[in-house]
């Protein structure tokens, strides 16, 4: 057991992977990373594994694109094959409202260098031919955009952070954080008390008790998602991209040779619970008969539940506690934590080392809740 260290970050999954291992590269000594179960055995493990840019809010277009950037070069930087499969992100769009929005999405995108463009209902089908155009006024795409395997770019980080020289401890739950005076002093594990003075809260949908232990009110809610795996689907195009029908939030790409479904279900209340269950079957089923029905025709193989880190205005919390130093927090992601990990994990090492990140983040702290300034995102799946 690790006796002391220089950073504790807590969280074993894609956001606390890559932090550690973006500090240790960076040459920070004696980095610990504690999971209390296996590596990437939360959220990550159960995410859909879409990764894109295309977002509403510009720091989320920055992060999804530096991410983006990582991701393509991830098998050279860290000698991990992650799966990647660079298809694009297929919005479909069936209202005025949609439209307009995603044109003032698409504008901004293309200012911060995102390739994204609006497209009419005949293109969305060459592009994804299972899709019904009925009701269908425009989509939005970019080909940059895409999906890859969660648990790969996990264990890619973790094995780069360790040849870094940082230690995973995993099976290693935090039981508690000592303090003296507002400042920190050990992390206190079912394995032993860590010696330390700085903690990077990495949590996930678990983060709010983490920031409970230093008085720091992180308000993150979990909330269960579900995913349903199909049968193989005969001429399934090798590069349909992630398609998502906006209205309804159901979406699908390949999975081998079947398709990953799922869906948001509104009649879901938060919670740690990631049994599945079949009430939201319905509507995913009538959301295929509208958009997809030729997908009606398919049989579940398989599929799991996992959990949303959902925080009040569905955006990250990323940052420096003021009131505890030093407490450090990247949490909250509200569905986009996976796809934005890569650049996640720099930001917080520049914090540490008090560099200037690529972006400014500060909007993006756990305070504007209480200064009234919520940073809402739209494009939400």
Not at 103 to 122: C, F, H, K, M, Y
Not at 220 to 239: F, K, M, N, S, Y
Not at 287 to 309: K, N
Request: hydrophobic share 40%; proline share 6%.
């Amino acid at each position: 057991m690790i006796r002391s260290a220089r950073v504790v970050v807590i969280g074993g999954g894609v956001i606390g992977t890559s932090i550690a291992y973006h500090l240790a590269a960076a040459g920070v000594d004696d980095v610990v990373l504690v999971e209390r179960d296996e590596l990437a055995s939360g959220s990550t493990a159960r995410a859909a594994g879409g990764v894109r840019a295309q977002f509403s809010d510009e720091l989320n277009i920055q992060l999804g694109a530096r991410s983006l950037e990582a991701f393509g070069r991830f098998g050279q930087d860290l000698g991990h094959d992650i799966g990647l499969h660079r298809v694009g992100y297929l919005f479909l769009l069936s209202t005025p409202d949609e439209v307009a929005q995603f044109e003032a999405g698409v504008q901004l995108q293309n200012d911060l260098g995102v390739p994204s463009r609006l497209i009419d209902p005949a293109e969305a089908q060459r592009l994804s031919p299972l899709i019904s155009t009925d009701g269908l006024l425009a989509a939005a795409f970019s080909p940059d955009d895409g999906h890859c395997t969660p648990e790969s770019v996990v264990h890619g980080y973790a094995s780069g952070a360790r040849r870094h020289g940082a230690t995973v401890l995993r099976n290693c739950e935090v039981l508690g954080i000592e303090t003296w005076r507002d400042t920190i002093t050990a992390v206190v594990t079912g394995k032993g008390r860590i010696v330390t003075d700085t903690v990077v809260c990495a949590a996930g949908a678990w983060s709010r008790s983490v920031g409970a232990m230093v008085g720091v009110d992180l308000p993150v809610e979990p909330l269960r998602r579900q995913i349903a795996v199909t049968e193989p689907v005969p001429g399934l195009p090798p590069d349909l991209p992630m398609t998502i029908d906006f209205t309804s939030s159901l979406y699908f790409h390949s999975e081998g040779p079947g398709l990953l479904v799922g869906m948001s279900d509104p009649d879901e209340r938060p919670g740690f619970a990631t049994d599945t269950h079949d009430r939201w079957i319905p509507r995913l089923y009538e959301a295929m008969r509208h958009r997809a029905p030729s997908l009606l025709d398919l049989r579940r193989t398989g599929g799991w539940a996992g959990l949303y880190e959902i925080t009040p205005d569905h955006n990250a919390l990323i940052g420096e506690a003021g009131s505890c130093s030093r407490f450090l927090y990247a949490t909250g992601f509200s569905g986009h934590g996976f796809l934005q990990g890569p650049a996640v994990g720099e930001v917080v090492r520049d914090l540490y080392l008090g560099r200037v990140p690529f972006v400014d983040i500060s909007p993006l702290s756990v305070d504007r809740f209480t200064a009234d300034a919520l940073r809402p995102e739209a494009n939400l799946v």
